[in-house]
């Protein structure tokens, strides 16, 4: 059996006690996992058990880590364990943190028109087995602006700016934002993608269901993968001062 560990947490407003229970149950009803929620962070502080875990979800939007804390995360990703969220609860947990958005891929800056903004997600079909089956489609929620490390392989995009919404970024050129990527720390898989700032929009988009439960299982399977080829962190190891 395999194990996940999520943590839920930090600001109520993005509902961390439901989507940590929908991630949960997308793990559990494949059959071979074993889940645990824990709403604190000092589950993290134990290295030896954070590492027996098969993948981490983050479900805490801003609050603050440890230095600790976050060093075991790091090092439990690089030897292996996979690391996935989604919208603020990976991508705006710990702001303070440079080296958990070095890890991560990527930070939330702005939702320009706030909530219930209405836009087109577009697929990047062959970047991943994560979106095999997807097509592009539409949602109405936040429209997540994130500062997006380049390194990261894109698997799905949103345009920007929104042709309804006027604010200050309307005076630059036309980007395609990243909403869903996946990135390598060390030996661990990484996966997020932006959408889910109310859990009901899983229920409301099933394409935004199986995209986040497919980078679950992606990124689920990265210590499986490090054990069989025999991957160590000896190619990793620095001890220069980083953040």
């Known amino acids: 059996m395999k194990k996940?560990?999520?943590?839920?947490?930090?600001?109520?407003?993005?509902?961390?006690?439901?989507?940590?229970?929908?991630?949960?149950?997308?793990?559990?009803?494949?059959?071979?996992?074993?889940?645990?929620?824990?709403?604190?962070l000092t589950c993290l502080e134990d290295f030896e058990t954070l590492k027996t875990y098969d993948l981490l979800v983050a479900?805490?939007?801003?609050?603050?880590?440890?230095?600790?804390?976050?060093?075991?995360?790091?090092?439990?990703?690089?030897?292996?364990?996979?690391?996935?969220?989604?919208?603020?609860?990976?991508?705006?947990?710990?702001?303070?943190?440079?080296?958990?958005?070095?890890?991560?891929?990527?930070?939330?800056?702005s939702h320009p028109g706030?909530?219930?903004?209405?836009?087109?997600?577009?697929?990047?079909?062959?970047?991943?087995?994560?979106?095999?089956?997807?097509?592009?489609?539409?949602?109405c929620s936040e429209h997540y602006y994130l500062h997006v490390d380049p390194a990261v392989e894109v698997l799905a995009t949103t345009r920007f700016p929104h042709s309804d919404v006027p604010y200050y970024h309307i005076s630059n050129k036309v980007v395609d934002m990243p909403v869903a990527w996946t990135k390598f720390w060390g030996n661990g898989r990484v996966f997020y993608q932006s959408l889910g700032h109310h859990d009901e929009v899983f229920d409301h988009s099933p394409s935004a269901h199986q995209l986040m439960k497919q980078g679950l299982l992606w990124a689920g399977e990265s210590k499986a993968y490090a054990t069989e080829m025999k991957l160590t962190t000896d190619r990793f190891e620095n001890n220069a001062k980083m953040y």
């Open 114 to 139: 706030g909530d219930g903004v209405e836009y087109m997600v577009n697929i990047n079909h062959g970047s991943s087995p994560i979106v095999a089956g997807l097509e592009d489609f539409k949602v």
């Open 4 to 40: 996940a560990l999520i943590i839920q947490g930090g600001w109520d407003g993005h509902e961390p006690q439901l989507t940590s229970k929908r991630f949960a149950k997308m793990l559990e009803e494949e059959g071979n996992w074993v889940v645990s929620l824990q709403d604190n």
């Open 59 to 109: 479900c805490w939007t801003m609050g603050t880590i440890s230095s600790q804390q976050q060093e075991n995360v790091s090092k439990a990703v690089g030897a292996g364990m996979g690391l996935a969220g989604c919208h603020g609860g990976m991508c705006d947990a710990f702001r303070e943190d440079t080296q958990w958005q070095f890890m991560t891929g990527g930070q939330w800056v």
